[in-house]
């Protein structure tokens, strides 16, 4: 398959606007300028796109939410806040095709009437914020961004705000609050940001893989997207494959692509020969697979029912060296550290199965201690203010299910057989 | 009058009965007791003097002021007032118990949180003046000393009152329980 | 409306609420602890989940609108698995030390606990780390009692505009702190208090004196600003431990200030008279009521027939009830035949009556606590009513928060001017000369309708004087640059709903009458109603005495003539005033008062007036008398006696009662309800006689400097009022004594530096009329050259610098600063 995401990647000045230009760059804008916005927003509800960010909502619905709300001004806001642990598919937009997303974000802000857009950027990320900012700047020179843009009048300024490290900014109100300089915490919904975001006017929350996809499907036109990859949910995906794996990195696959096909096809099978124990399909907080049941599709709709998620497409991938319960207690010291402790099931819960959990790792496991985890992740899940308590009562529930077996070893035995 | 009854009429046979009856009392042990200057022993947790529990750690009343056993008193009969000490714990300024008006049903005994009040068994205590038996802080903990110290309270508290005394603890004030305990 | 069903119960509701709030409309309860009414729902502690037909997942209720056919319930097994799990979440960190917490009995947490039932506490393990307890003078935060609702955070940022309190830290170790954990400096409004769902936050000094469970709950209207609270006080055996806001409860809502809550301690001042006292020699002595009351009424009998009745004087007091008032009047008026009866509101809010009635043609304008509400522009003129109206003030904050634009002229930096969208940061005193000035641009720019308004009384009058104030001539006086004069006019003018707010305090010395006459000409010009201008009477009565006829009619002398001129008086009736620390330029005052052949005061506590008397007569306080209070709007409320009166005193309308009785006097008033009857026909009649429409007239007022600066008096004076007291009664309360006790004077930093003067270290203060020795609070809240403190503090002695003129826009002090070695 041709590559779109990470076309001209292996170019060392890819993020230069010239070699980006030179590479057929900035030719979709000009032609979506042409075309009225709402035009736009057809192209890319023909497309079929549905969001990148993990949770698959069709762009062009949450775009069309924005669009009926008359209030004004309107922002777009890229989530690049790429904090799920295994995820690192919008690092090589954000640092070798800069322009891509900046390209992707003019277009989309003209089709929603936005004027002022921000990449939020993750805090940890500081190579890219240098980088996007000079391609911001190249972008301001030769007019792709500015009150006039290309000299159609189009106005579009775009700024990078990074963030302080948290997780929970990559939920999109919280995302908001913390463009707006609060405290990281999730706001309720309704209403959505698409009515009330960033200073209470409508915002639009995008992941920058969506964005980069949008110059594409103008390229190429909303149907002719549409048939790449699975039907339900087109369009080239980032998968991110990290782990016990030869050849672990971001693979650019058509949407659909199986499991398998990514672990054994495109990354190489497993190191040393190993045997694969389970695999994460979609970050840490999806639930996990064991080995038999890879031969699924990665899309929005067949992980589902495979049992998991398609989340971010960051495939963890694990051999039989791997210990569950540790990676259990290591996730969720991960989404105790990260809970924003709004709500009380999420912040006294982490916290608990965090330290249940580590008690188990460390031989100290009492009787009856698999259904309280069991027990207290159930109370969770559904109850959390944000999906953040969801993902972590996930990952505990998923584990028990398929590992049950090793946490029970290691409260008989008092200790964790994979140490020596 | 039939012969039988002329004979009876004749030889006092009744009286001799009576007389024998009486005869008979003689020698069995009498119920009576000679109160006061033969005292009965109260039976174990019989009701009588209120005394507030002395912390043999402390040296001080256990009583945190809490005011539940003033809540429940169904003849109102105890007034509690705290304040904040130098440390800023609370302590109890005055505890007093309106004896004459108590009705010994022991509810503050069973609403206590730390168990530190008890009723003991002493039961004979009269005044000449209502003040007399108006009993502040100071008097209950040294009736504690008097009737109940040592095993004597300890054994009331476990054997009559849940939950258990062994039960009671008192929290110092920003140092909690490392262990919840179970409630009941 | 729509139509939804809640447990069964099909409800018609108003589109857009949430389902917690249509519950709580209908009487439906959904268990919360982050949920207020005041606060945007948070929706975290996540108790309120209900359950709506056909949703996957539990909905809160707090945050979650209410559509149309909504099938919800609120208490089905499923929803109470949640909140007990919830709960058994909260109480693995949270304490159990209700046996100590204060909360216990009216703890959330607890009752919640109790009716879901006591989970089987199934965590152990090391709990939460406990942090340190952050102590205040009147407000404690007990950290680890908190279960992060955050609502004290929310109301103190979102509501009260503070943010004194902050969630600190992330997930699960995230604790509420004042800034650095250090101790909570704040508005000591205590809201923080009523709302904590549990005993985190509680009143130091309500701590530990009392369980909920042995007060008995009476509720009584608060003795301090004009608004008018209705306090909920905890009495235990006689005394008052604690005062809170009951939700739906007054006017107030709930909502209370630090004064209210806090402040009622004062009467229970050690300096309280007990016993009536008469001076012998120098010093004075107990006596019965019937001694003190035969001297009395011998001695102002025969100084009225000697020197004629208009040879006795009384001062009444805006903190009486309207009972105690009305018969001091009708003591003075029927009883003596003296017209004499003043107050210190004639350097307050009776010069806003002198306005309304010069400008509006309306005999009085009582103020709307929920006027801010819905205006498009708010003007705020050199006051801070978060300050001297607290709760009135919230409303302004919310206006804003609610979208409407506010404009602050003021000279210093206050709560409200950091609020605001424009502050126009004047020179104190020039506040006439920024009115004319934006009535300039009005008319320069025919922003008005001058068909309309030209047929007013006074318009070419008007148009003289205010043609001179051009924005470049106002930026002269006031220091604002030309065009924030046109700015602030233009928006003010273009605003289709306006608003003008200013208290006239009798302690602030930077307004007077003629600024409320030119915020009336504004008004006028732009064609508003009276109601658009906001002028809240000071005190808890300041409505109701000048209703119940205390001011000079009939002749009578005024407070000018009886208390700057000597020899006017032979004699004197205080109540329940002290005019030595309340009213400008107290040596003159003093004189006058000694110059008297008999004075009685007639108050709560021993005042610097009263030790001049020749008897003082103790009155009982708020708390200890029936009457009633009529509030900033001419609300008239009733206040009730909750504890027993102090000593031998005795409720003014009483006392006066039986002193014209001793005079052989019979005001005709037997009992409590007599006097009131006869007070309510007499404020029924004056309000029907005040009745009519309005008749607007301009009278155009011109700035009038006061008291410029010179070589040696250096710096201009503004008195003011500081928020934790009101009047200098609140100087008598032990609790607000903790966070202000003592008079101060803030001086800008530049200044200070000049002097060397550094923070905390004592000045000397000069003026032309005296000098007192102040404590230095070096600050950036006032502008270089000026001064401020505030005049609360009998022990201050401020009013000895200060002075009275005739000048009706300000009426400023120059004075001097040394530094004391």
């Given at each position: 398959?041709?590559?779109?995401?990470?076309?001209?990647?292996?170019?060392?000045?890819?993020?230069?606007?010239?070699?980006?230009?030179?590479?057929?760059?900035?030719?979709?804008?000009?032609?979506?300028?042409?075309?009225?916005?709402?035009?736009?927003?057809?192209?890319?509800?023909?497309?079929?796109?549905?969001?990148?960010?993990?949770?698959?909502?069709?762009?062009?619905?949450?775009?069309?939410?924005?669009?009926?709300?008359?209030?004004?001004?309107?922002?777009?806001?890229?989530?690049?806040?790429?904090?799920?642990?295994?995820?690192?598919?919008?690092?090589?937009?954000?640092?070798?095709?800069?322009?891509?997303?900046?390209?992707?974000?003019?277009?989309?802000?003209?089709?929603?009437?936005?004027?002022?857009?921000?990449?939020?950027?993750?805090?940890?990320?500081?190579?890219?914020?240098?980088?996007?900012?000079?391609?911001?700047?190249?972008?301001?020179?030769?007019?792709?961004?500015?009150?006039?843009?290309?000299?159609?009048?189009?106005?579009?300024?775009?700024?990078?705000?990074?963030?302080?490290?948290?997780?929970?900014?990559?939920?999109?109100?919280?995302?908001?609050?913390?463009?707006?300089?609060?405290?990281?915490?999730?706001?309720?919904?309704?209403?959505?940001?698409?009515?009330?975001?960033?200073?209470?006017?409508?915002?639009?929350?995008?992941?920058?893989?969506?964005?980069?996809?949008?110059?594409?499907?103008?390229?190429?036109?909303?149907?002719?997207?549409?048939?790449?990859?699975?039907?339900?949910?087109?369009?080239?995906?980032?998968?991110?494959?990290?782990?016990?794996?030869?050849?672990?990195?971001?693979?650019?696959?058509?949407?659909?692509?199986?499991?398998?096909?990514?672990?054994?096809?495109?990354?190489?099978?497993?190191?040393?020969?190993?045997?694969?124990?389970?695999?994460?399909?979609?970050?840490?907080?999806?639930?996990?697979?064991?080995?038999?049941?890879?031969?699924?599709?990665?899309?929005?709709?067949?992980?589902?029912?495979?049992?998991?998620?398609?989340?971010?497409?960051?495939?963890?991938?694990?051999?039989?060296?791997?210990?569950?319960?540790?990676?259990?207690?290591?996730?969720?010291?991960?989404?105790?550290?990260?809970?924003?402790?709004?709500?009380?099931?999420?912040?006294?819960?982490?916290?608990?199965?965090?330290?249940?959990?580590?008690?188990?790792?460390?031989?100290?496991?009492?009787?009856?201690?698999?259904?309280?985890?069991?027990?207290?992740?159930?109370?969770?899940?559904?109850?959390?203010?944000?999906?953040?308590?969801?993902?972590?009562?996930?990952?505990?529930?998923?584990?028990?299910?398929?590992?049950?077996?090793?946490?029970?070893?290691?409260?008989?035995?008092?200790?964790?057989?994979?140490?020596? | 009058?039939?012969?039988?009854?002329?004979?009876?009429?004749?030889?006092?046979?009744?009286?001799?009965?009576?007389?024998?009856?009486?005869?008979?009392?003689?020698?069995?042990?009498?119920?009576?007791?000679?109160?006061?200057?033969?005292?009965?022993?109260?039976?174990?947790?019989?009701?009588?003097?209120?005394?507030?529990?002395?912390?043999?750690?402390?040296?001080?009343?256990?009583?945190?002021?809490?005011?539940?056993?003033?809540?429940?008193?169904?003849?109102?009969?105890?007034?509690?007032?705290?304040?904040?000490?130098?440390?800023?714990?609370?302590?109890?300024?005055?505890?007093?118990?309106?004896?004459?008006?108590?009705?010994?049903?022991?509810?503050?005994?069973?609403?206590?949180?730390?168990?530190?009040?008890?009723?003991?068994?002493?039961?004979?205590?009269?005044?000449?003046?209502?003040?007399?038996?108006?009993?502040?802080?100071?008097?209950?903990?040294?009736?504690?000393?008097?009737?109940?110290?040592?095993?004597?309270?300890?054994?009331?508290?476990?054997?009559?009152?849940?939950?258990?005394?062994?039960?009671?603890?008192?929290?110092?004030?920003?140092?909690?329980?490392?262990?919840?305990?179970?409630?009941? | 409306?729509?139509?939804?069903?809640?447990?069964?119960?099909?409800?018609?509701?108003?589109?857009?609420?949430?389902?917690?709030?249509?519950?709580?409309?209908?009487?439906?309860?959904?268990?919360?602890?982050?949920?207020?009414?005041?606060?945007?729902?948070?929706?975290?502690?996540?108790?309120?989940?209900?359950?709506?037909?056909?949703?996957?997942?539990?909905?809160?209720?707090?945050?979650?609108?209410?559509?149309?056919?909504?099938?919800?319930?609120?208490?089905?097994?499923?929803?109470?698995?949640?909140?007990?799990?919830?709960?058994?979440?909260?109480?693995?960190?949270?304490?159990?030390?209700?046996?100590?917490?204060?909360?216990?009995?009216?703890?959330?947490?607890?009752?919640?606990?109790?009716?879901?039932?006591?989970?089987?506490?199934?965590?152990?393990?090391?709990?939460?780390?406990?942090?340190?307890?952050?102590?205040g003078p009147l407000i404690?935060?007990?950290?680890?009692?908190?279960?992060?609702?955050?609502?004290?955070?929310?109301?103190?940022?979102?509501?009260?505009?503070?943010?004194a309190?902050?969630?600190?830290?992330?997930?699960?170790?995230?604790?509420?702190?004042?800034?650095?954990?250090?101790v909570l400096e704040c508005d000591y409004c205590g809201?923080?208090?009523?709302?904590?769902?549990?005993?985190?936050?509680?009143s130091k000094p309500?701590?530990?004196?009392?369980?909920?469970?042995?007060?008995?709950?009476?509720?009584?209207?608060?003795?301090?600003?004009?608004?008018?609270?209705?306090?909920?006080?905890?009495?235990?055996?006689?005394?008052?431990?604690?005062?809170?806001?009951?939700?739906?409860?007054?006017?107030?809502?709930?909502?209370?200030c630090g004064r209210?809550r806090f402040g009622?301690d004062?009467?229970?001042?050690?300096?309280?008279?007990?016993?009536?006292?008469?001076?012998?020699?120098?010093?004075?002595?107990?006596?019965?009521?019937?001694?003190?009351?035969?001297?009395?009424?011998?001695?102002?009998?025969?100084?009225?027939?000697?020197?004629?009745?208009?040879?006795?004087?009384?001062?009444?007091?805006?903190?009486?009830?309207?009972?105690?008032?009305?018969?001091?009047?009708?003591?003075?008026?029927?009883?003596?035949?003296?017209?004499?009866?003043?107050?210190?509101?004639?350097?307050?809010?009776?010069?806003?009556?002198?306005?309304?009635?010069?400008?509006?043609?309306?005999?009085?304008?009582?103020?709307?606590?929920?006027?801010?509400?819905?205006?498009?522009?708010?003007?705020?003129?050199?006051?801070?009513?978060?300050?001297?109206?607290?709760?009135?003030?919230?409303?302004?904050?919310?206006?804003?928060?609610?979208?409407?634009?506010?404009?602050?002229?003021?000279?210093?930096?206050?709560?409200?001017?950091?609020?605001?969208?424009?502050?126009?940061?004047?020179?104190?005193?020039?506040?006439?000369?920024?009115?004319?000035?934006?009535?300039?641009?009005?008319?320069?720019?025919?922003?008005?309708?001058?068909?309309?308004?030209?047929?007013?009384?006074?318009?070419?009058?008007?148009?003289?004087?205010?043609?001179?104030?051009?924005?470049?001539?106002?930026?002269?006086?006031?220091?604002?640059?030309?065009?924030?004069?046109?700015?602030?006019?233009?928006?003010?003018?273009?605003?289709?709903?306006?608003?003008?707010?200013?208290?006239?305090?009798?302690?602030?010395?930077?307004?007077?009458?003629?600024?409320?006459?030119?915020?009336?000409?504004?008004?006028?010009?732009?064609?508003?109603?009276?109601?658009?201008?906001?002028?809240?009477?000071?005190?808890?009565?300041?409505?109701?005495?000048?209703?119940?006829?205390?001011?000079?009619?009939?002749?009578?002398?005024?407070?000018?003539?009886?208390?700057?001129?000597?020899?006017?008086?032979?004699?004197?009736?205080?109540?329940?005033?002290?005019?030595?620390?309340?009213?400008?330029?107290?040596?003159?005052?003093?004189?006058?008062?000694?110059?008297?052949?008999?004075?009685?005061?007639?108050?709560?506590?021993?005042?610097?007036?009263?030790?001049?008397?020749?008897?003082?007569?103790?009155?009982?306080?708020?708390?200890?008398?029936?009457?009633?209070?009529?509030?900033?709007?001419?609300?008239?409320?009733?206040?009730?006696?909750?504890?027993?009166?102090?000593?031998?005193?005795?409720?003014?309308?009483?006392?006066?009662?039986?002193?014209?009785?001793?005079?052989?006097?019979?005001?005709?008033?037997?009992?409590?309800?007599?006097?009131?009857?006869?007070?309510?026909?007499?404020?029924?009649?004056?309000?029907?006689?005040?009745?009519?429409?309005?008749?607007?007239?301009?009278?155009?007022?011109?700035?009038?400097?006061?008291?410029?600066?010179?070589?040696?008096?250096?710096?201009?004076?503004?008195?003011?009022?500081v928020l934790q007291h009101s009047?200098?009664?609140s100087t008598?309360s032990e609790a607000l004594k903790l966070v202000q006790a003592e008079?101060f004077?803030?001086?800008?930093?530049?200044?200070?530096?000049?002097?060397?003067?550094?923070?905390?270290?004592?000045?000397?203060?000069?003026?032309?009329?005296?000098?007192?020795?102040?404590?230095?609070?070096?600050?950036?809240?006032?502008?270089?050259?000026?001064?401020?403190?505030p005049?609360h503090f009998?022990?201050?002695?401020?009013?000895?610098?200060?002075?009275?003129?005739?000048?009706?826009?300000?009426?400023?002090?120059?004075?001097?600063?040394?530094?004391?070695?």
């Open positions: 398959m041709e590559k779109v995401l990470l076309k001209n990647i292996d170019n060392p000045n890819s993020a230069d606007i010239g070699e980006y230009r030179k590479a057929g760059g900035y030719r979709s804008l000009a032609k979506a300028l042409q075309m009225q916005p709402a035009d736009i927003v057809e192209e890319v509800k023909k497309s079929g796109i549905r969001g990148r960010g993990g949770a698959g909502f069709p762009t062009a619905m949450k775009w069309n939410f924005a669009m009926a709300d008359p209030k004004f001004p309107k922002y777009l806001i890229c989530n690049a806040d790429e904090g799920e642990p295994g995820t690192f598919k919008d690092r090589p937009i954000l640092e070798k095709n800069p322009h891509l997303l900046i390209e992707g974000m003019v277009i989309s802000g003209y089709a929603l009437g936005a004027e002022y857009g921000y990449i939020y950027l993750r805090g940890e990320y500081p190579a890219a914020k240098d980088i996007l900012e000079g391609a911001i700047e190249q972008a301001y020179k030769e007019n792709f961004l500015g009150d006039d843009i290309l000299g159609k009048g189009v106005r579009f300024r775009l700024s990078v705000h990074q963030g302080a490290g948290a997780y929970i900014c990559g939920e999109e109100t919280a995302l908001i609050e913390s463009i707006e300089g609060k405290k990281g915490q999730p706001r309720t919904k309704p209403p959505f940001p698409v009515n009330v975001g960033a200073w209470s006017m409508p915002t639009i929350v995008n992941n920058v893989e969506t964005l980069s996809n949008i110059p594409y499907i103008i390229e190429i036109g909303g149907e002719a997207y549409s048939a790449i990859g699975s039907s339900d949910c087109p369009g080239p995906k980032l998968y991110c494959v990290s782990g016990f794996v030869e050849n672990p990195g971001v693979y650019e696959l058509p949407m659909g692509t199986s499991l398998r096909d990514i672990i054994y096809k495109h990354a190489g099978g497993i190191k040393d020969n190993g045997k694969l124990k389970a695999v994460i399909p979609g970050g840490i907080s999806t639930p996990v697979l064991p080995a038999d049941a890879i031969d699924c599709a990665m899309d929005f709709v067949a992980m589902p029912k495979a049992g998991s998620m398609l989340g971010s497409g960051a495939v963890i991938v694990m051999d039989e060296s791997v210990c569950m319960v540790r990676v259990t207690y290591r996730a969720m010291k991960f989404f105790e550290h990260e809970s924003c402790g709004k709500c009380t099931p999420c912040r006294e819960g982490t916290d608990w199965l965090r330290k249940i959990l580590e008690r188990i790792e460390h031989g100290k496991g009492r009787e009856g201690d698999i259904n309280l985890l069991s027990d207290v992740a159930g109370v969770m899940s559904g109850r959390t203010f944000c999906p953040l308590g969801d993902g972590a009562a996930g990952v505990v529930t998923g584990m028990i299910k398929h590992f049950r077996s090793e946490f029970e070893e290691h409260i008989r035995d008092k200790q964790c057989k994979f140490r020596n | 009058m039939t012969a039988n009854e002329f004979i009876k009429k004749v030889f006092f046979i009744e009286i001799l009965k009576g007389l024998a009856l009486t005869l008979r009392h003689f020698f069995t042990p009498s119920v009576t007791r000679q109160y006061p200057t033969e005292k009965r022993e109260p039976f174990p947790g019989s009701r009588g003097l209120h005394a507030l529990v002395r912390d043999p750690e402390t040296g001080r009343e256990k009583c945190v002021g809490c005011g539940l056993c003033a809540a429940m008193c169904p003849s109102q009969c105890i007034h509690i007032y705290t304040s904040e000490d130098d440390d800023h714990k609370k302590v109890v300024d005055r505890y007093e118990v309106e004896v004459l008006r108590c009705v010994y049903c022991a509810f503050c005994v069973e609403a206590c949180p730390y168990g530190a009040i008890v009723l003991t068994d002493h039961f004979e205590y009269s005044g000449y003046s209502r003040e007399e038996l108006y009993y502040t802080k100071d008097r209950l903990l040294h009736n504690w000393d008097k009737y109940m110290a040592n095993s004597k309270g300890r054994e009331y508290l476990e054997k009559f009152w849940r939950p258990k005394s062994e039960d009671f603890g008192v929290p110092a004030a920003g140092h909690h329980q490392a262990e919840g305990k179970k409630a009941t | 409306m729509i139509e939804i069903t809640i447990d069964d119960r099909k409800l018609s509701v108003e589109k857009g609420i949430t389902i917690l709030e249509a519950a709580r409309r209908n009487g439906i309860k959904i268990p919360n602890l982050c949920f207020d009414k005041r606060l945007r729902p948070y929706g975290g502690c996540r108790m309120c989940v209900v359950e709506i037909e056909g949703g996957r997942k539990l909905a809160s209720a707090c945050g979650h609108p209410a559509r149309e056919g909504m099938v919800i319930k609120t208490n089905s097994p499923r929803v109470r698995r949640v909140r007990q799990s919830v709960l058994e979440f909260l109480l693995v960190h949270h304490p159990l030390d209700c046996p100590e917490c204060d909360k216990a009995g009216e703890c959330a947490l607890q009752d919640l606990v109790f009716e879901y039932g006591v989970p089987e506490t199934r965590f152990t393990g090391e709990r939460k780390h406990a942090q340190p307890d952050v102590r404690e935060l007990i950290s680890n009692r908190c279960i992060l609702c955050a609502k004290c955070v929310r109301i103190c940022s979102q509501y009260q505009g503070r943010g309190l902050g969630l600190i830290g992330r997930g699960f170790p995230t604790v509420v702190q004042p800034a650095f954990g250090e809201q923080c208090i009523d709302i904590c769902p549990t005993g985190a936050l509680i309500y701590k530990y004196k009392a369980r909920p469970w042995f007060l008995e709950e009476k509720e009584n209207i608060c003795s301090f600003c004009g608004v008018g609270c209705t306090l909920t006080l905890g009495i235990r055996e006689g005394r008052i431990l604690r005062s809170k806001g009951r939700e739906g409860a007054g006017i107030n809502d709930g909502n209370l209210g009622f004062y009467i229970y001042s050690e300096n309280r008279l007990r016993t009536p006292l008469i001076k012998e020699g120098d010093e004075f002595r107990d006596a019965s009521w019937e001694e003190a009351l035969t001297y009395v009424a011998r001695s102002l009998s025969s100084i009225r027939d000697a020197h004629g009745p208009n040879s006795i004087g009384a001062i009444g007091s805006p903190r009486c009830t309207v009972e105690d008032n009305y018969m001091l009047a009708k003591f003075m008026r029927a009883g003596l035949g003296s017209g004499n009866i003043a107050s210190s509101e004639a350097f307050g809010y009776a010069g806003a009556l002198r306005a309304f009635s010069l400008s509006f043609g309306i005999g009085s304008n009582p103020a709307d606590l929920a006027s801010p509400l819905g205006r498009d522009v708010i003007l705020v003129l050199e006051s801070d009513p978060t300050i001297t109206h607290p709760v009135f003030g919230l409303n302004i904050l919310r206006a804003k928060r609610e979208g409407s634009r506010l404009l602050v002229a003021d000279y210093r930096e206050t709560k409200l001017t950091r609020h605001s969208n424009t502050w126009l940061q004047l020179r104190p005193g020039t506040l006439v000369a920024l009115l004319n000035g934006m009535m300039n641009v009005i008319m320069d720019r025919g922003l008005f309708d001058r068909d309309r308004v030209s047929g007013i009384r006074g318009f070419s009058s008007l148009e003289a004087v205010v043609k001179e104030y051009t924005p470049a001539m106002v930026s002269e006086i006031t220091g604002l640059t030309g065009e924030a004069v046109t700015d602030a006019a233009v928006t003010f003018a273009n605003a289709p709903r306006r608003l003008v707010i200013m208290p006239l305090a009798v302690s602030e010395n930077n307004k007077g009458p003629g600024s409320a006459l030119a915020a009336a000409n504004l008004l006028i010009l732009l064609g508003e109603e009276p109601s658009s201008l906001q002028v809240p009477a000071e005190y808890c009565n300041t409505y109701g005495m000048l209703e119940a006829g205390i001011m000079p009619r009939g002749g009578g002398m005024d407070v000018f003539d009886m208390l700057y001129k000597p020899g006017h008086l032979r004699a004197l009736y205080i109540m329940g005033e002290d005019p030595l620390v309340s009213m400008p330029d107290s040596r003159k005052i003093k004189n006058t008062l000694r110059s008297l052949d008999f004075l009685v005061v007639q108050d709560i506590v021993m005042t610097e007036a009263a030790e001049l008397a020749n008897v003082v007569l103790p009155a009982s306080s708020w708390g200890e008398k029936e009457g009633h209070f009529i509030n900033a709007g001419g609300l008239r409320q009733r206040i009730r006696k909750v504890v027993e009166a102090t000593g031998k005193s005795q409720p003014d309308w009483q006392i006066l009662r039986n002193l014209g009785l001793a005079m052989g006097i019979n005001l005709g008033a037997k009992s409590f309800q007599d006097i009131t009857k006869e007070a309510d026909d007499f404020i029924a009649g004056g309000r029907r006689e005040a009745e009519g429409a309005p008749r607007p007239a301009f009278h155009p007022v011109a700035y009038e400097p006061e008291e410029p600066c010179d070589s040696e008096f250096t710096y201009t004076l503004v008195t003011r009022d009047g200098n009664m008598r008079a004077l803030e001086i800008n930093e530049k200044d200070a530096e000049r002097h060397a003067i550094s923070d905390e270290s004592h000045i000397k203060i000069t003026s032309r009329r005296g000098a007192v020795y102040l404590r230095a609070k070096v600050t950036d809240a006032v502008p270089e050259g000026v001064v401020s403190t005049v009998p022990s201050g002695g401020i009013n000895e610098l200060t002075h009275f003129s005739g000048n009706t826009c300000s009426r400023l002090d120059a004075v001097k600063i040394e530094r004391v070695k």
